[in-house]
């Protein structure tokens, strides 16, 4: 399939989006009916679950222990290997493991080891002691996080390869639902468990949660697009497969002119939005919210927001395809922003923070949701694992690294001038959206 069909929805989608109104609307919804979504959701509960464990579940345990705030920010540089996922992504894309590949298949293999590995790291870092050897917790720590983003890549590509191209909108939401259930269980589920268990049982429960992970590993079926590829007797040939032919492939399916734009794209999309989060936390403190109202409001209520999003979101590319609902769901997305401007202007109202936490967490959910089935069609299912996880680690880029400057920005301005600012910083990638559609119009249908 060639960048151009990628780019603007696949044969299977433009088969729907010809079918009659009524008819389309029931074909979306049966969507959901299929089990292999199922599937993609118990593997997304996999995929999500680790997160916190490494990050603001941990936090929290050596807060108590009463490790300083230096040491305790150090862990965030955990999250490194999320970001850097696409570095050996290629060796799982292509490497094939003695005995399982031949019996589980390409993906499920790869899945079942990575899994079987995490389940321990998890258990080993619940036993190791932040405030007599934090090195060994971090060392452990580190572990869990290249296996979970080992997990995710591995899950990633089998989501993309197992959904039909008209599914991947619902793929993604179910994905979306798994991904945020499990950072529930590995966040507030471990909260709870820790007021009555020591930290190693709390641990230990959340690797035992991941067993569903596993079992589901085992009785799922294969992706029939997961083909081994056969090996090549030249060693310089096999790394030059598999590291080197992903990335030449993206780059010449239809120039490397427009592919660097795809990528342009997907590191602007979500910027706006990545900006005024980074700052959403500190800007409702300052303007005078409890802790409590934030944790209530934003955890909470904002959940079942971003859930409702994201199932909006999936029926959106269904309905109207991938193209059309990234355009629409942008839109909402970035003018969400101008709530935090609202609610600056309007400063301490727990009724107005309400509203504005239902508009950015379900637009951000909307946008997701079709943010993901997009990266999944430009996929070439020969390297989905290493191209995926590319696409992420670009995605990255905007959310981590351009993101960083929201706190020198607001620290320079008013809150309602800061939020306008992260709004505008949502043309780029609008623009560029608006660019490919117009010069992709997939026979015209996305633009109708």
Same mark, same amino acid.
């Given at each position: 399939?060639?960048?151009?069909?990628?780019?603007?929805?696949?044969?299977?989608?433009?088969?729907?989006?010809?079918?009659?109104?009524?008819?389309?609307?029931?074909?979306?919804?049966?969507?959901?009916?299929?089990?292999?979504?199922?599937?993609?959701?118990?593997?997304?509960?996999?995929?999500?679950?680790?997160?916190?464990?490494?990050?603001?579940?941990?936090?929290?345990?050596?807060?108590?222990?009463? !490790?300083?705030?230096?040491?305790?920010?150090?862990?965030?540089?955990?999250?490194?290997?999320?970001?850097?996922?696409?570095?050996?992504?290629?060796?799982?894309?292509?490497?094939?493991?003695?005995?399982?590949?031949?019996?589980?298949?390409?993906?499920?293999?790869?899945?079942?080891?990575?899994?079987?590995?995490?389940?321990?790291?998890?258990?080993?870092?619940?036993?190791?002691?932040?405030?007599?050897?934090?090195?060994?917790?971090?060392?452990?720590?580190?572990?869990?996080?290249?296996?979970?983003?080992?997990?995710?890549?591995?899950?990633?590509?089998?989501?993309?390869?197992?959904?039909?191209?008209?599914?991947?909108?619902?793929?993604?939401?179910?994905?979306?639902?798994?991904?945020?259930?499990?950072?529930?269980?590995?966040?507030?589920?471990?909260?709870?468990?820790?007021?009555?268990?020591?930290?190693?049982?709390?641990?230990?429960?959340?690797?035992?949660?991941?067993?569903?992970?596993?079992?589901?590993?085992?009785?799922?079926?294969?992706?029939?697009?997961?083909?081994?590829?056969?090996?090549?007797?030249? !060693?310089?040939?096999?790394?030059?497969?598999?590291?080197?032919?992903?990335?030449?492939?993206?780059?010449?399916?239809?120039?490397?002119?427009?592919?660097?734009?795809?990528?342009?794209?997907?590191?602007?999309?979500?910027?706006?939005?990545?900006?005024?989060?980074?700052?959403?936390?500190?800007?409702?403190?300052?303007?005078?919210?409890?802790?409590?109202?934030?944790?209530?409001?934003?955890?909470?209520?904002?959940?079942?927001?971003?859930?409702?999003?994201?199932?909006?979101?999936?029926?959106?590319?269904?309905?109207?395809?991938?193209?059309?609902?990234?355009?629409?769901?942008?839109?909402?997305?970035?003018?969400?922003?101008?709530?935090?401007?609202?609610?600056?202007?309007?400063?301490?109202?727990?009724?107005?923070?309400?509203?504005?936490?239902?508009?950015?967490?379900?637009?951000?959910?909307?946008?997701?949701?079709?943010?993901?089935?997009?990266?999944?069609?430009?996929?070439?299912?020969?390297?989905?694992?290493?191209?995926?996880?590319?696409?992420?680690?670009?995605?990255?880029?905007?959310?981590?690294?351009?993101?960083?400057?929201?706190?020198?920005?607001?620290?320079?301005?008013?809150?309602?001038?800061?939020?306008?600012?992260?709004?505008?910083?949502?043309?780029?990638?609008?623009?560029?959206?608006?660019?490919?559609?117009?010069?992709?119009?997939?026979?015209?249908?996305?633009?109708?």
């Amino acid at each position: 399939m060639t960048l151009r069909s990628r780019i603007v929805g696949a044969p299977a989608e433009a088969e729907l989006l010809s079918r009659p109104a009524g008819r389309r609307w029931l074909a979306v919804f049966a969507v959901y009916r299929e089990p292999r979504l199922f599937i993609i959701f118990v593997m997304g509960l996999a995929s999500g679950l680790p997160l916190a464990l490494t990050g603001a579940t941990l936090a929290i345990w050596l807060t108590e222990l009463g !490790l300083s705030l230096t040491s305790i920010g150090l862990f965030a540089m955990l999250g490194v290997p999320y970001n850097l996922k696409f570095v050996w992504s290629p060796l799982i894309d292509r490497v094939q493991i003695p005995v399982l590949t031949r019996r589980l298949g390409r993906r499920r293999s790869w899945l079942l080891v990575v899994q079987l590995a995490l389940v321990s790291a998890i258990v080993a870092l619940g036993v190791t002691q932040p405030e007599k050897a934090p090195l060994w917790t971090a060392l452990a720590a580190l572990v869990v996080a290249f296996l979970s983003a080992s997990q995710d890549v591995v899950i990633d590509a089998y989501r993309i390869e197992t959904a039909r191209e008209h599914e991947q909108g619902a793929a993604a939401a179910m994905t979306q639902y798994g991904y945020r259930l499990g950072m529930l269980a590995s966040g507030a589920g471990a909260l709870f468990l820790a007021a009555l268990l020591p930290w190693s049982l709390v641990y230990a429960a959340m690797a035992g949660l991941l067993s569903i992970g596993v079992l589901t590993t085992i009785l799922a079926p294969e992706p029939k697009a997961s083909v081994v590829a056969a090996p090549n007797a030249d !060693l310089l040939g096999r790394l030059r497969e598999a590291v080197v032919a992903p990335f030449v492939e993206l780059l010449q399916r239809q120039g490397v002119a427009v592919a660097l734009l795809v990528l342009a794209f997907i590191v602007l999309y979500s910027l706006g939005d990545a900006f005024a989060a980074t700052m959403a936390n500190p800007f409702y403190l300052k303007v005078g919210f409890s802790k409590v109202e934030i944790a209530t409001v934003t955890k909470a209520f904002g959940l079942g927001a971003t859930l409702t999003g994201v199932f909006l979101g999936g029926l959106a590319v269904g309905r109207y395809g991938v193209m059309k609902a990234l355009l629409v769901c942008g839109i909402c997305q970035a003018l969400s922003n101008l709530m935090f401007a609202a609610q600056a202007l309007v400063g301490h109202d727990v009724r107005v923070l309400v509203f504005t936490v239902a508009i950015e967490s379900l637009t951000g959910g909307m946008a997701s949701a079709a943010f993901v089935a997009y990266l999944s069609v430009l996929c070439n299912v020969a390297y989905t694992a290493t191209q995926y996880a590319l696409f992420t680690s670009f995605m990255a880029v905007g959310r981590t690294f351009l993101a960083s400057t929201s706190g020198w920005v607001a620290d320079h301005m008013a809150w309602v001038q800061f939020f306008i600012i992260s709004t505008l910083l949502t043309l780029p990638g609008l623009a560029i959206l608006g660019w490919m559609m117009h010069r992709f119009p997939a026979d015209r249908h996305e633009l109708s």
